[in-house]
Structure formats: structure tokens, C-alpha cells
């Protein structure tokens, strides 16, 4: 029986637990003189989550750990003499005799053939055992069930307990998932700090990985400094936040003092949208559009820019991200109180005095807080780059060349067949340790600020 | 004194009449940015448009086949694996032969064989095998042509220029307008580009086998966040604790995940369910659980809204009328909130099925020719493959990049639209 057909199983017993439950305890209801303390229709989730919930626990359990069981008591199947041998060596062997199985040709090597055979047989037994355990169990769960329909049963309350206890576990995800980006990330990292130095990754300005490929090659085993990385990420998320920062505030600012109603219904929107494109387009734009364009710009202006040059990238990034600043901004300007509002026009001013020397003071904490999250979202952008900037490492300031950024690194050394633990697919984990504590640093700080900016007004 | 007067008058309307003009300065750069940013989307959505509507047409190629048995190699009485073995292209070529008998030489034969797509072989063998008993007969064919005839029939390639620098030869022009003037060349809608997978060659290729993983990746992280994601804002919202350490802590971290770079969640998902859990590489389970943990912030945070918006006279009655709390968060204050939660929700899976590197880093990039079959079947999806298919040199590659991209909108703003008409038509005003 395969897991998909158990499950559907285990779901047809849950709904019959249901109606069991729900039956059985209006007819106890009747036959009693003592009236039952919840709903028929919670006695009936108490027997439906006792057939299903202990059944469907141990299928996921057995399901995860049994091929690591199967391929441990493989091993004990094995001569005295081959048990010897190294872990590796074991979990090659392991991995001939699943692959055998498959094939299911009869072998030469004797050896082998019996341990295909037993390991078969094992396998087929695991199935059985667990498809019978897994039943047993749903049936037994219903049994108990059954038994717990009683007047003095609090079927509610155990009940609304599992929802609540269900509830806080979603809740905890959130927090799980940041545990394991962190750990993933630093497991990983640590294991490149190994080989290479921090100060090496940090402050190095050669990164070539493409040396590492396989061990005591020649040419050494590739350089790690990110330097360059560090500074054309910087260098693309700059001319991105040129570009978004003005415009995205002054939109918000008309936006949000000058437009009329049926402009602002008709323009948030349209900035809205441009939040919505995905960054593959953004970055095909980027890349077969922008780029060309600006080439050649340059060359009509006797400059040598590189096709793939910073400027493309960053401004297509840039118009990305005014979307974020502007309706970041938009939120901000529009709690600053209107009796600060009124107190300069009374004094005089115009409407733009008025949003220069006093909004836009009083609103500053907010609106750096938002600016700093849109540094971070132009940080961590992947596909723009990818497709719009170059791979090569190139220490420079220049946005008319081609620079790499941390983002396209990562993507290039984890995309296409490698070995886990080479020292490429590491780096790339040290370089997502990297971006991960940025853009963690800058949106503590954007999300302290704006909270702090809300409470002052409120 | 009333010259003084006077003069001050004048300073005060001189500086007044620079006042405004400043005022009015500053409402031009305001104007002009929101215009600057429309444009910008407009010529985005323009220039995809226009790049991407040939796309949608493909050339086709009439071409008489004598379906001899020589030729073939296969009778009518055959089986199938004689019929898998057919030599087809021989067909093809005997018949490009008798419209241009006058063509000699190894090179100029492969050339004139070029016109038609490799696809027209299987075409006759799979008429062949359905047909056996036209075997013998001469039928009319209409083949896809090769990507370099299509894109010239569309005029994407300049026949001015010299040969050397042209991707169509100057026989095959000949050869061209040959066919052109036999009405023989059509430009039909393209069906390939919506009935098959991806493929080497250009004329083949198509977006199915993308649009299922897509649909696929969604099942899975529909099924996983929307249930998690509401349950965890209901608590947040109604049964966490005030000023609990371990509440403020799921908040701010919720906070902050919404703000993680996306790629990051990749190398989680490559680290945690490929390295530890050991999930196949480049399925749709693997990268619905992604996308899952990616979208659950936007889920929750936009859940959490809409539960707020609900009015407390709504819970105090529930609670007044002998709900627990769980019934009054379940039967009344969820239902209140349904119209924002589907909101939230439909905003996040549009956020989810635009999404590519997360998905590039568990290694949904391999090129995959076949339509999958379920959550644990190798696929694709529609951005990665617009991904894949960018950096093609083939220019019929790029103009089908736009258009997978035009798809990839369409299925966005249609979510979009169905979430702004559910707002509309369902929210209620406390």
C-alpha cells in the first residue's frame, strides 16, 4: 500500500470517526439521565482525532527515518571482513544494493545477491509492518475514542486544547524557520571558515572559485575574498536607491498632500503594480533593454561602458523598489498629525514649506526606516542581477563596468551538479551568512525605527 | 514712511512671487516622478508586449510526402518496433527533393533539410502508425519550420545583409520565396507553445510542462500556508498572552522574515529538506515547502489585519451568548474576516508563483522535457524556465521568452483582479 493510499485511508477513517462519534453520542445522550457535557459533533472530532492523529504520527515517523533503519541493518548483513571498511566505503555499498534491487538482474557476486535478497525482504517486511502497525493503531485510537463517550468526558475542552496547541505550533514555525536559516547558514559557513580565513573572506580582493573544482589540482584551490563582491553589491544597490529614494518620496509626498482623490485611486495603484512584476522580467528588461540602451548612450557619448555595466542593473532595480519607498513613505506622512499641518499654514507658509521644514522633519525616523528596508530588499535582489550584471569579479566603482554581487554568486555556485562539501557550494553558504546578518541588521533597525516613530505620534 | 512702505511691499511680493514659484517647482517634481515611474512600467509592459506577440504565431510548411514503403522501410503489416525504426527523414528529404530538384552537394542538401523543424519526422511516423493503410499514398503535410525560417518569415532577420553575417543562407532565400510564392509558408497560431514542454529546439518548445510545475508548486504551498498561516494570526491575534516574552519574540521574528532576501529561504530549503530531510532535488514538494515559509509571513501579517479590522462587539456577543474561545475565534471572528484573509492569501501566492531564485537554488533549473506527473516528479516553473530560456542565443528563444513572460503576467493579474472583485463584492463594513 503506498503512503498516498494510507493516508486517503487514514482520511475515510477520520470522517468515519466523526459520524461514529457524533452518532453514538446522541444516542448515549438519550439512553442517559445525565446530559453529556459537550455537542455530539465534538465527541465526534474527539473519535476522529483518535483514529487518525496517533495512526498518522507514526506513518510520518516510520516513513522519514525507515530507508536510514533499512540501510543500517543492511550493513549488519554484510561479512565480518566488509564490515570493516569505512563509512564511506559502507554507505557506497549500501547505495549498490538499493540500486540492484531496482534492476532486480541476478548477480554473479554471491555476496551481494544475498544481501539484495534479504534487503528486499526487508523492505517488503517494513512495508507490511507499517501499513499493520499504522492500522492497528487508527482502530485502537477509535476504540478509545468510542470508550471516552461518557457524560463526564469534556469532549470540548480536550478538544479546543489540540486546536490551541495546534495553533501555538503554527505560530512557532515562524521562529523554526529563522532557527533554521541561522543554523543552516552557519553549519555551513563554519565549515568553510575551515579552510579559509574570515579576515581572507572579508577583506580579500581576488575571488575566484572557479579554481576550486576538485582537490590538489593545479593552480591551487581557487581564492575566497569577497571584497569585490561586498562592493559591487553596494555599488548596484546604491544607483538603486539614487533612483527610488527621490522619486519614490516625492510620488509619495504628491501622493499624499497634493493629489486629488480620483488621481491618487488611479496612480497608487500603477505604482502598485510595479511591486507585483516578478524580478525575472525586471531582469530580462534589464539585460535585453536597459543594457543596450545604455551602451549605447555611452558609446555616443565617447565612453567605453561594459554591456553588462552597474548603471543597468542598479536602475532597473531602482524603479523596482520605488513602489516600496513610496507607499512606506505614503504611511508615514500620513500619520504625522494635521494640527502640525495647520499650525505652519497658519503662520503662513506655503504647502511645500510646510511638507519641507515641518512633515518631513517630524516624519524623518520613518521615512530613513523605509529607506533602509529598501536597501535591504536591493541587497538581497536576486534575479536582476543575475541576468543583468556580470559574473566576474571586478573591484571597482565605476557603474559603467561590469561588477558581481553577492546575490549572483551564490546563485552561480550552487546552481549545476556539485558536491555538497566542496568548498564552492561552502562559500556560497559564508556569503549567505553575509547577507542574511545585512539585511537582518538593516530591517532590526528600519522596523525599530518606524515602531518608534508610530508610538511617538500615537 | 510710505515709501518705505512701498518698498517693502515690493520685497514681500518679489520674495511671495519666488515662494510660489517654488511651490509650484515643487509640485512639477512630484508629478514628474509619479510620471517618470508609469512610464517606466508602461514601456516595460509595452516593449514585452510588442516583443512577444510574434510568439504567439509559428511558421508552418506544406510538403507533399510519398509515404513509399522503400522509403519508409516499413509496410503496412509491420509492428510497432519496426514502425519506431522507420526511416522518416529519408521521406522528407525525397520530398523536399521533387520541389528542388536542382539542389546538389552534401552541404547544400543538409541546408535544404534545415527548412523543416526535426519534429516533422516523428509527425509522419506517428501518422504512419495510426494510419497503416496509407501507406503507399502521397499526403499533405503541414510541418513546423525550422526556428531560423520563422523567425525570417516574421522578419527578424535582415536579408540585406551579407550572407556570412545572416543565420539563413542565400539558397535557403531562394528557396524561401520559392515556397512563399507556392503558398506553401503559413503563419498559423502557435498550439506548440501551449501543448508541449520545453525542448532544444526552438520551434518545439513550449510552456506546458512550466505552467503544471507552476500549478503543481502552488497546490503544495497553498495547502501548507494557508491553513498554518491563519491558525498562527488567529492565535497572535486572539489567544496569545499580552506582553509574553515568547509572543514578542514570534512577532518581531515574523517581521523580520517578511523582510529575509528570498534567496536565503533557497539555501535553507537546500540545506534543511535536500541536505537533512533528503527530499528529491527540482520537485514541487521541495519547492511548495520553500515557498511555504517564504509566503507564511505575508500570510500572517495580512491575516492579522483583517482579523483586527473585526469589531470587538462581535467577539463580546459571541462570549456573552456562552462561546468558548475557540468557537467565538472560529464561528464568528474568522468568517467576519474571510473576504481580507482570501485577500492576503491570493497577494501571497502572486508573490509565490513569480518567485525564482529560491527555487533556482533547490535546483528547479534542470532543463525538463516532460510534462510531471505530481509534487514528486522532476518539473520547472514559469519564471525559472523564462530564466532558462533568457539565456538562449536563439532568437527564437528570446521572443518566446516574452512570451512566457506575457502568460506569467496574465496569471498574475488575473489573481490580482479576483482578489480586488472578492474584496469588493465581500467586504463588510463594521
Known amino acids: 500500500m503506498s503512503f498516498s493510499v494510507t493516508v486517503i485511508v487514514l482520511f475515510a477513517l477520520l470522517l468515519l470517526g466523526y459520524f ?70 559502507l554507505s557506497l555499498l549500501v547505495n549498490e544494493i538499493i540500486n540492484l534491487s ?93 579552510s579559509v580565513s574570515i579576515s581572507e573572506f572579508v577583506f580579500g580582493a581576488h575571488w575566484s572559485p572557479q579554481g576550486a573544482i576538485r582537490e590538489g ?111 512606506l513613505s505614503d504611511d508615514i506622512i500620513c500619520a504625522v498629525p494635521q494640527a ?96 542574511f546578518l545585512t539585511t537582518l541588521l538593516l530591517n532590526t533597525i528600519s522596523l525599530y525605527m518606524v515602531r518608534k516613530y508610530r508610538e511617538q505620534y500615537e | 514712511m510710505q515709501k518705505s512702505a512701498m518698498i517693502n511691499n515690493e520685497i514681500i ?89 536542382n539542389v546538389k552537394g552534401r552541404k547544400n542538401n543538409k541546408a535544404l533539410k534545415q527548412l523543416v523543424s526535426s519534429s516533422a519526422t516523428y509527425q509522419i511516423r506517428d501518422f504512419v502508425m495510426d494510419n497503416p493503410n496509407m501507406i503507399g499514398t502521397t499526403q499533405s503535410f503541414w510541418f513546423l519550420a525550422k526556428d531560423d525560417i520563422d523567425v525570417f518569415i516574421k522578419g527578424g532577420i535582415d536579408r540585406s545583409l551579407p550572407e556570412t553575417d545572416r543565420r539563413i543562407k542565400d539558397l535557403q532565400l531562394i528557396w524561401i520565396d520559392q515556397l512563399l510564392f507556392d503558398q506553401r509558408l503559413e503563419k498559423r497560431f502557435n498550439f506548440t507553445f501551449f501543448t508541449q514542454s520545453d525542448s532544444r529546439e526552438p520551434e518545439q518548445a513550449g510552456i506546458k510542462g512550466a505552467v503544471v510545475g507552476s500549478l503543481l508548486v502552488m497546490l503544495v504551498t497553498m495547502l501548507l500556508s494557508f491553513p498554518i498561516g491563519v491558525l498562527a494570526a488567529v492565535y497572535l491575534e486572539e489567544f496569545a498572552p499580552q506582553n509574553n516574552k515568547w509572543v514578542d519574540m514570534i512577532e518581531i521574528n515574523i517581521n523580520n522574515l517578511a523582510a529575509v532576501p528570498s534567496i536565503v529561504f533557497g539555501l535553507l530549503g537546500l540545506a534543511v529538506f535536500i541536505g537533512l530531510f533528503g527530499v528529491p532535488r527540482s520537485v514541487p514538494l521541495v519547492g511548495g515547502l520553500v515557498l511555504t515559509l517564504m509566503t507564511l509571513p505575508t500570510i500572517i501579517i495580512t491575516t492579522r489585519a483583517a482579523l483586527k479590522a473585526v469589531p ?61 506527473q505530481g509534487i514528486a516528479d522532476p518539473s520547472t516553473v514559469l519564471p525559472v524556465q523564462i530564466y532558462l530560456w533568457s539565456d538562449s542565443p536563439e532568437r527564437a528563444f528570446i521572443e518566446r521568452t516574452y512570451a512566457a513572460i506575457m502568460v506569467l503576467i496574465g496569471f498574475l493579474v488575473m489573481m490580482n483582479f479576483i482578489a480586488v472583485i472578492m474584496r469588493r463584492i465581500f467586504e463588510k463594513k463594521f
Not at chain 1, 465534538?42 to 527515518?65: E, I, M, Q
Not at chain 2, 468558548?324 to 501571497?348: D, E, K, N, Y
Open chain 1, 20 to 89: 461514529v462519534g457524533r452518532k453514538r453520542s446522541i444516542y448515549v445522550s438519550k439512553n442517559n439521565t445525565k446530559p453529556l457535557h459537550s455537542l455530539p459533533q465534538y465527541y465526534g472530532y474527539l473519535v476522529a482525532l483518535w483514529s487518525c492523529l496517533p495512526a498518522l504520527l507514526v506513518l510520518l515517523v516510520w516513513t522519514a527515518l525507515n530507508s536510514s533503519v533499512i540501510s543500517s541493518m543492511t550493513i549488519s548483513y554484510f561479512p565480518e571482513q566488509v564490515q570493516q571498511l569505512s563509512k564511506d566505503d
Open chain 1, 102 to 194: 531496482e534492476s532486480k538482474e541476478v548477480l554473479q557476486d554471491s555476496m551481494k545477491q544475498a544481501v539484495v535478497s534479504k534487503y528486499l525482504h526487508l523492505v517488503e517486511l517494513s512495508q507490511q509492518l507499517k501499513v499493520g502497525v499504522v492500522f492497528i493503531l487508527a482502530f485502537v485510537g477509535m476504540f478509545i475514542g468510542f470508550r471516552l463517550i461518557k457524560p463526564h468526558t469534556r469532549a470540548r475542552n480536550l478538544v479546543e486544547k489540540l486546536v490551541r496547541w495546534t495553533m501555538v505550533a503554527c505560530a512557532s514555525i515562524a521562529v523554526l524557520t529563522t532557527i533554521g536559516i541561522v543554523f543552516s547558514v552557519v553549519f555551513e559557513a563554519h565549515q568553510f571558515f575551515k
Open chain 1, 217 to 327: 589540482q593545479v593552480g591551487g584551490s581557487g581564492s575566497f575574498g569577497a571584497l569585490p563582491l561586498f562592493v559591487g553589491t553596494l555599488l548596484i544597490s546604491f544607483i538603486a536607491l539614487l533612483i527610488a529614494v527621490p522619486l519614490g518620496l516625492m510620488s509619495a509626498i504628491y501622493l499624499s498632500e497634493y493629489a486629488t482623490d480620483k488621481f491618487r485611486a488611479f496612480a497608487k495603484p500603477m505604482l502598485e503594480i510595479l511591486a507585483g512584476i516578478p524580478t525575472v522580467v525586471y531582469g530580462f528588461f534589464a539585460a535585453l533593454t536597459v543594457a543596450p540602451f545604455i551602451r549605447d548612450m555611452g558609446e555616443s557619448l565617447g565612453l567605453q561602458p561594459a554591456s553588462e555595466s552597474a548603471l543597468a542593473a542598479g536602475i532597473v532595480m531602482g524603479v523596482m523598489i520605488i513602489p516600496f519607498v513610496s507607499s
Open chain 1, 340 to 435: 502640525m499641518r495647520d499650525g505652519s499654514y497658519a503662520m503662513g507658509a506655503t504647502k511645500s514649506e510646510t511638507i519641507r521644514q515641518v512633515i518631513i522633519p517630524a516624519a524623518l525616523p520613518g521615512i530613513v526606516g523605509g529607506v533602509l528596508l529598501a536597501a535591504s530588499r536591493a541587497i538581497g535582489e536576486t534575479m536582476i542581477v543575475v541576468m543583468a550584471a556580470g559574473l566576474f569579479a571586478n573591484l571597482t566603482l565605476n557603474p559603467l563596468q561590469a561588477v558581481t554581487t553577492v546575490t549572483v554568486q551564490i546563485v552561480t555556485l550552487l546552481t549545476g551538479d556539485q558536491e555538497f562539501d566542496s568548498p564552492k557550494t561552502l562559500a556560497a553558504f559564508a556569503l549567505g551568512l553575509g547577507l
Open chain 2, 13 to 101: 511680493r518679489k520674495r511671495l512671487a519666488k515662494r510660489y514659484a517654488k511651490e509650484r517647482r515643487f509640485r512639477l517634481y512630484g508629478v514628474a516622478s509619479i510620471t517618470i515611474s508609469i512610464a517606466f512600467l508602461l514601456t516595460l509592459l509595452v516593449n514585452i508586449s510588442l516583443n512577444g506577440l510574434p510568439a504567439f504565431q509559428q511558421t508552418y510548411i506544406n510538403l507533399e510526402v510519398n509515404l513509399d514503403e522503400d522509403i519508409l522501410g516499413v509496410t503496412s503489416s509491420s509492428n510497432d518496433k519496426e514502425f519506431l525504426q522507420g526511416n522518416y527523414s529519408k521521406a522528407i528529404k525525397s520530398s523536399l527533393k521533387t520541389l528542388f530538384p
Open chain 2, 312 to 372: 470587538y462587539s462581535i467577539r463580546e456577543a459571541a462570549l456573552a451568548l456562552g462561546a468558548s474561545r475557540v468557537q467565538m475565534a472560529f464561528h464568528h471572528v474568522v468568517p467576519a474576516a474571510m473576504p481580507g484573509i482570501l485577500t492576503g492569501t491570493i497577494i501571497g501566492m502572486a508573490q509565490a508563483l513569480g518567485e525564482t531564485a529560491p527555487l533556482l537554488m533547490i535546483g528547479m533549473v534542470a532543463f525538463v522535457a516532460n510534462v510531471p
